[in-house]
């Protein structure tokens, strides 16, 4: 049988990316959990063109709740050629009877369960209709078929050596999508972490843990962390900020080749982190914790939301300032949104907060999806918009580049200049988040029906852009994998 799995991406700038960074894990673990009398192939809409007239006997769909409007279209266009589709992933997971309207089969859960029983019916003719797949242990899992990836990534070796995080912040779909915290043996993740048939050396150099928060297991992580240190690589990964006070952690951190760890800082705002459950995130402290991991010679990349309860348009355009000044070489900004699965998302919905009228476009992490407490919906957005032309202006992004030549590494300070000049970029040619509102009528036009929530009636937006119904980044496993809050 042969199988096309197709990681469903819609581009969230104005012009796409000037250069594709780093790929989801999705398609490539699934496709090395594929056994080997099936022929299978990935595609990333990322990078490739949707290959509708493939031979392909079945069609698998990977995709998040930004995404799920693509992802249905994908779906039509195959099934209207004949093809079988069946569809995982987080929007899946806590959509299933929706992705049913528009796919022959759908996954839940976790993959490793769920996707050997689904691609064993399909060979035999007898596709059920729900696979469930369960939490497990993480023993046995391949190395990716990082063989099937496009050459267009930048950093293409994605890694993941633990699910789950032990924490529950309010508006993370980890907790529900994978719970618990299980780590894979260590010797089969120094495999997949001494794996080099890649073209370029800084290919062969940097690994990336794709990882909620690598460092949860201490005992874990530091016999990881001494097994690295001969391979010698360069590393990033997520983490929380109480690794700081970990010395022993960061001395292997230190000798292993970490460049850079990031950290969920989301607020400067002691309020909006209460509500955001992130009291392990002290606001006064911020400084000193990063200045430790630069003193290490790490990068300090860093999460921020905008739209808690507490935020204002003043104080989500004073981040820019904030998180220049406390020394943060990459950030990564993004709007608050409620996923289902989520303490925000169950507060929302029981307060009539999310606005009608948005389709899961809206839920890509750069548009508002629900009504702010203290602010408009285009209050918020503006704010937002300003705090990414503030904080990638050429000055700023220049300005962090320099700030660490000869503090960071060697990798940490290329990884920095990287990602700055990624952001930089966009900022320079004005290639901004999309504007979904502007979008917003041709999506209704296309798919007047489908894309409302199977939830209850929702409040309706203050802004003009408002018909239909409707109602939301990001963990990482597979099939259910979301795109980590960190990622373009």
Known sequence: MKVEIIVV?????????????????????????????????????????????????????????GFAREAYRIAGEFRRRGK?????????????????????????????????RLLEDAARGRLERVYRGEAQPLAGIPTPRYDLLPRGFFVPRVIQATRGCPYTCSFCTVPALNPGFRVRPVEEVLRDVAYDDFPWWWQRKIVWFWDDNLTANRRYVKTL????????????TQASIDITQDVELLDLMEASGCIGIFLGIESFNPESLADAHKRQNRVAY???????????????????????DHDTPETIVAMAHNLQDAGIDVPFLSVLTPFKGTPLYDQMEREGRLLAGRSWDFTNGYNVAFEPRDMSPDALYAAHRELWRRSFAPAASLARIARGVGRLRIGAALMSAAMNGFYGLKAWRGNEPVDMRQRF?????????????????????????????????PGASPVTSTQPSWMP
């Open 441 to 473: 009528h041709r999506a209704v036009a296309d798919q007047p029906s489908r894309m409302t929530s199977p939830g209850p009636t929702v409040h309706s937006a203050s802004d003009p852009l408002t018909p239909s119904r409707q109602v939301r980044l």
């Open 84 to 116: 079988r589709v069946v569809a995982g992933g987080p929007h899946v997971s806590f959509w299933p009877e929706e992705a049913l309207e528009h796919v022959d089969a759908v996954v839940t859960g976790e993959a490793e369960s769920a996707w050997p």
């Open 225 to 236: 962390l001494t097994g690295m240190v001969p391979l010698k690589k360069w590393w990033l």
């Open 9 to 65: 991406y819609v581009a969230r700038y104005e012009r796409g990316h000037e250069k594709n960074f780093v790929p989801p894990l999705t398609g490539i673990h699934l496709a090395a959990l594929t056994p080997g009398e099936h022929e299978v192939h990935v595609t990333h809409q990322q990078t490739d063109a949707v290959p509708y007239e493939s031979d392909a006997d079945l069609v698998a769909l990977s995709f998040f709740s």
């Open 286 to 308: 911020y400084r000193e914790r990063i200045e430790v991991l630069h003193r290490r010679g790490i990068a300090v990349m860093a999460g921020f939301i905008a739209g808690f």
